[in-house]
């Protein structure tokens, strides 16, 4: 657990990204109602980017003395920053998910969920006995078994989720280069028990179909949520193979 001296560093990088969606808030209704003038905005983005430099820092600091959340967020950092020009696109990931993976070795149950959803390759390849993920899969469930160690700093924003947010193309708002922008980047803020049903649903999914577990795991996500968007129709193939079981 972390100590007081790491919770206050990272209670200050909170402060200063609170402080920044607020200014980020205002410029969105100014740019909206289209009140934005571009010397304001240039003077707004100025300050927000030398926010974003200094909330980083206390990150890192925080992470760098063990805080899994802070290296979550880092993660988070990285991972969205894989896609902007300059960037090499899998050295970017490959950090947010060593990242992710030291967030969940610390115990925080979102990293372990995003590692299984973002960081292996192997079940696109249908390679479901491949180490890592076998890996990944135990650590999620284990995570999952146990109580998290930072149950108190949920919501965590999720650039991702399968049950909670909707895949959709990014709109492209004439006009509004700030709200295209937020259609790209934001982030859905889970609790505790969505990113438990996230989990269920990943091991569901990333777990043979027409064996006991999936169908065990899937049963799980529906007594956390009955809010889960299912994009991969789980119930429907769950259903169907337990129909082709034998003796049914």
């Not at 969606?21 to 905005?41: F, I, M, V």
């Not at 240039?42 to 600091?61: D, F």
């Not at 990285?78 to 020009?85: D, F, G, P, Q, V």
């Not at 280069?177 to 889970?190: D, F, R």
């Amino acid at each position: 657990m972390p100590n007081a001296e790491n919770e206050a560093v990272l209670q200050k990088a909170m402060d200063i990204a609170e402080d920044n969606q607020q200014r980020l808030e205002q410029l969105l209704e100014q740019e909206q109602e289209q009140q934005l003038q571009k010397p304001a905005l240039a003077q707004a983005m100025q300050q927000i980017a030398q926010n974003a430099q200094v909330y980083e820092s206390q990150l890192h600091k925080a992470s760098d003395a063990g805080h899994g959340v802070a290296s979550y967020l880092l993660a988070n950092l990285e991972e969205n920053r894989k896609t902007l020009s300059g960037h090499d696109y899998q050295a970017q990931h490959n950090k947010a998910c060593a990242l992710y993976q030291s967030a969940a070795d610390q115990g925080l149950l979102a990293a372990a969920v995003i590692l299984l959803r973002d960081c292996e390759t192997a079940y696109q390849r249908f390679k479901l006995n491949d180490p890592e993920l076998l890996r990944l899969r135990a650590q999620l469930l284990k995570a999952l078994e146990q109580a998290d160690s930072y149950a108190k700093h949920y919501p965590l924003p999720a650039i991702n989720s399968f049950c909670f947010k909707p895949a959709h193309i990014p709109e492209i708002k004439q006009g509004q280069p700030l709200a295209t922008l937020k259609s790209l980047y934001a982030p859905v803020l889970l609790n505790l028990e969505q990113f438990r049903a996230d989990g269920y649903y990943l091991l569901a999914l990333k777990s043979s179909l027409d064996g006991s577990t999936a169908p065990d795991y899937f049963h799980k996500v529906r007594a956390l949520t009955a809010d889960c968007l299912d994009p991969m129709s789980l119930e429907r193939m769950i259903d169907a193979a337990e129909q082709k079981a034998p003796g049914l």
